[in-house]
């Protein structure tokens, strides 16, 4: 084991990668893959209540797939348009 870098550990949350931040939590502290995904969690958590990380909820696959089939949709309808007017 080796000794736990907060900052670093941070660092790695702040930046996204989470794997990264459980990958090094449970290095230092020779704990469980569960164990260090529930406290990389609860230390995101603790900086976005600080300001120092955006919480970004987990986007639905499927609320993509309709969003991009009703853009894609919209577009279609306004090439057709222009096309018709020319």
């Known amino acids: 084991m080796t000794p736990l870098d907060n900052g670093a ?9 989470s794997i990264q931040a459980i990958k ?3 290095v230092a502290t020779g704990c469980g893959l569960k164990e ?8 995101r958590a ?3 209540s600080e300001g ?9 696959p499927a609320v993509v797939a ?7 949709g919209a ?6 348009r222009n096309l018709a007017h020319h």
């Open 75 to 80: 577009l279609a309808q306004v090439i057709v």
């Open 46 to 48: 603790t900086l976005a």
């Open 52 to 60: 120092r990380v955006a919480v970004r909820p987990r986007t639905n």
């Open 24 to 26: 090094r939590y449970r």
């Open 36 to 43: 260090a995904k529930d406290y990389v969690d609860a230390r």
């Open 9 to 17: 550990l941070d660092a790695e949350i702040l930046a996204g990668r």
């Open 66 to 72: 309709v969003i991009a089939a009703a853009v894609a």
